[in-house]
Antibody
């Protein structure tokens, strides 16, 4: 059974950094691209970026809204994807989800339960 | 960047109604369009991909259509479990979600 478990969410002050993890199981992690998506309270879904699988080149792409502040990485040996978030702002408060690609398509066929990040002084 | 415009933002309907949600892309995305359902406090669930390919277990009352830049999600006969929020997503170039549609009980 495919499982994705996000962790690392916390209450942090503006300007600080936080790293989220997405631990995968039930499939060969290195064979799949992974997305990060967030949802602010009461708002819609926002795609943040993805990492392709290494066989597809391993490229990482970001949404313009977070490019330069957020960094996506992966450790295939540990079946974990990461989202490093720097210079956090109050508007980054959201539930953060990781999702798994299907084949070469980047839509989210599997989602984790999400982890809450609250940015507040 | 490709923008996705989803409408309506809120839809009030009754059990048994046929409803349609529309998504318009700012550029041609061919068939790279997915739909999700989200219930309060839960992660979104994939309903269909490639415009109309239903995920396993999704009831056949859900259907998708369109190509290019105009797409629709139709629920043929609303059931109580269908009252939720729905999102479209393009995955032709990076990813973009529509703003969402909250389907409410009339």
């Amino acid at each position: 059974e495919v499982q994705l478990v996000e962790s690392g969410g916390d209450l942090v002050q503006p300007g600080r950094s936080l790293r989220l993890s997405c631990t995968a199981s039930g499939f060969t992690f290195g064979d799949f691209g992974m997305n990060w998506v967030r949802q602010a309270p009461g708002k819609g879904l926002e795609w943040l970026g993805f990492t392709r699988d290494k066989a597809s080149g391993g490229a990482i792409e970001y949404a313009a809204s977070v490019k330069g502040r957020f960094t996506i990485s992966r450790d295939d040996s540990k079946s974990v994807a990461y989202l490093q978030m720097n210079s956090l702002r109050t508007e980054d408060t959201a539930v953060y989800y990781c999702t798994r690609w299907t084949g070469g398509f980047s839509y989210g066929s599997y989602w984790g339960q999400g982890t809450l990040v609250t940015v507040s002084s | 960047d490709i923008q996705m415009t989803q409408s309506p933002s809120t839809l009030s309907a009754s059990v048994g109604d046929r409803v349609t949600i529309t998504c318009r892309a700012s550029h041609i995305i061919f068939t790279r369009l997915a739909w999700y359902q989200q219930k309060p406090g839960k992660a979104p669930q994939l309903l269909m991909s490639e415009v109309f390919n239903l995920e396993r277990g999704v009831p056949s009352r859900f259907s998708g259509s369109g190509s290019g830049t105009e797409f629709t999600l139709t629920i043929s006969s609303l059931q109580p479990d269908d009252f939720a929020s729905y999102y479209c997503q393009q995955y032709h170039s990076d990813n973009t979600f529509g703003q969402g549609t909250k389907l409410e009980i009339k």
